[in-house]
């Protein structure tokens, strides 16, 4: 079935570090990938998405590329803000039948100034 | 605010009653996704209507619970004879149809607390 394996956190940065947080993925089709965000307090908001090979996702200044030879889909960003810490969630949703989205367990990131 | 929107947004019951939750979708998006969260957790899926048909079930979607979309637009989730496995997060999300790749759009949830 489907899956998606996320780096598991807390994770704690300073301000303007450099931030990757990994998501693998198993999938019996060909999905799409997204990564959502949690601020505390608010709902899920989407983030960014691909949805083919080689596709880049990008949106307030986190990146991510859909990498089909090794089922990945990491996330990163250059500067890390304060503003940043929240819970990210990395998801895919096959093309077929519900849609419905698999997401991983998330990652909460600490930045502090 | 045209965002999806749940009521109520808490809930807290005794065990063995009955609970209702209500979601409000993006106008005009026909697809439309009930998600529970547990603590540490992300969603999982429970059922997916596309217009008033609820066309997939989850198996975590045990007879205890009933959702309904009856005329294409609102949808509520019903959960009889509570017990405390079912405290968590109620996620309702939309889509339109149109979209290739079904972005979703999710409420701020529905928070259960059964006691």
């Known amino acids: 079935g489907d899956s998606v394996t996320q780096m598991e956190g807390p994770v704690t940065l300073s301000e303007e570090a450099f931030l990757t947080i990994n998501c693998t993925y198993t999938a019996t089709g060909y999905p799409s990938l997204f990564w959502y965000v949690q601020y505390p307090g608010e709902g899920l908001q989407l983030l960014l998405k691909a949805t083919k090979a080689d596709d880049k996702g990008s949106n307030k200044g986190f990146e991510a590329t859909y990498r089909k030879e090794t089922t990945s889909f990491h996330l990163e960003k250059g500067s890390v803000q304060v503003s940043d810490s929240a819970v990210y969630f990395c998801a895919l949703s096959e093309r077929t039948g519900a849609n419905n989205l698999f997401f991983g367990t998330g990652t909460r990131l600490t930045v502090i100034p | 605010d045209t965002g999806v929107s749940q009521n109520p947004r808490h809930k807290i019951t005794k065990r063995g009653q009955n609970v209702t939750f209500r979601c409000d979708p993006i106008?005009?998006?026909?697809?439309l996704y009930w998600y529970r969260q547990t603590l540490g957790q992300g969603p999982e899926f429970l059922t997916y209507?596309?217009?008033?048909?609820?066309?997939?079930k989850s198996r975590l979607l045990s007879d205890r619970f009933s959702a309904e979309r009856p005329k294409g637009s609102f949808s509520t989730l019903e959960i009889q004879r509570t017990e405390q496995g079912d405290s968590a997060m109620y996620l309702c999300?939309?889509?339109?149809?149109?979209?290739?790749?079904?972005?979703?759009?999710f409420g701020p949830g529905t928070r259960l607390t059964v006691l």
């Open positions: 209507f596309q217009n008033e048909a609820q066309l997939e």
């Open positions: 999300a939309s889509s339109p149809l149109s979209s290739s790749y079904n972005e979703q759009f």
């Open positions: 106008s005009e998006h026909n697809r």
